[in-house]
């Protein structure tokens, strides 16, 4: 279906997480596109919450391996490690036909110490126009990852690399991540409280439902504010 993509991220900017499942909810589809808790971020910005995005899913999965990665030398390993990253395991398929506004959603939980996503390729990731990142595999170099400000939603902490663990399988197709169906072109909200996706074709049902429960309740939450003799900010904004 024909979409118009900038007006749907501007009709979804500022919507929480638990506005989104709300609206979901109003609409029959209870408990079955929130991700699981564990799908989490890695890094909060409480005050202006630079680490919540929305956009269009853009999918890859990896599966674990069944190849042996031996070698003979060291100079051999490295050689064979280089192969390993521009060949079984490449990903060049996540900059395919990217556009300002998708999330790249990655099927990756191969069950290995190993972080599919570090600080090289993730900010790779991002100035590429990725608005942000959910995987429900291991991420590794955290501590880059945080100090670049790379949104990122993720399982666990790895420490390994992909040669010898992890290949490409495919990408552009649904996934499974966090126990939700995760289509092409699906809106992926994140922030906070997790991950949840709207299927495209429920996004302005949603949104409107979404929205009359945001404002009451910032109306409230300023009622609340004006009591506690404290300063309204902008998350309680009409």
């Known amino acids: ?118 600080s090289m390729n993730g900010y790779d990731h991002f100035l590429n126009g990725y608005v942000g990142i959910v995987t429900n595999g291991t991420i590794r170099d955290t501590d880059e990852l945080i100090k670049q400000r790379v949104p990122i939603h993720f399982r666990d902490f790895g420490r390994g690399i992909r040669p010898g663990r992890l290949e490409f399988d495919t990408h552009n197709i649904p996934i499974n991540v966090g126990g939700v169906m995760v289509r092409p072109g699906d809106l992926v909200v994140a922030d906070g409280d997790g991950v949840v996706v709207v299927p495209i074709e429920y996004v302005h049902d949603v949104a409107k439902i979404a929205w009359d429960i945001a404002n009451g309740d910032k109306e409230q939450r300023a009622a609340l504010y004006k009591k506690a003799g404290v300063p309204l900010d902008w998350t309680v904004q009409v």
Request: proline share 3%; hydrophobic share 40%; charged share 25%.
């Open 1 to 118: 279906m024909a979409v118009n993509r900038q007006e749907i991220l501007d009709l979804y900017k500022g919507l929480r997480v638990t506005d989104v499942v709300d609206g979901l909810d109003a609409v029959g589809l209870q408990d079955i596109l929130t991700m699981t808790p564990n799908i989490r971020p890695l890094w909060r910005d409480i005050e202006n919450f630079s680490h919540c995005y929305v956009g269009f899913a853009k999918t890859m999965r990896f599966l674990p391996t069944n190849k042996t990665l031996r070698s003979s030398s060291i100079e051999d390993y490295l050689e064979k490690k280089n192969v390993w990253y521009g060949t079984i395991a490449n990903d060049a398929a996540a900059h395919v036909d990217v556009q300002q506004g998708d999330v790249l959603v990655i099927d990756g939980d191969i069950g290995r110490d190993m972080g599919y996503i570090g």
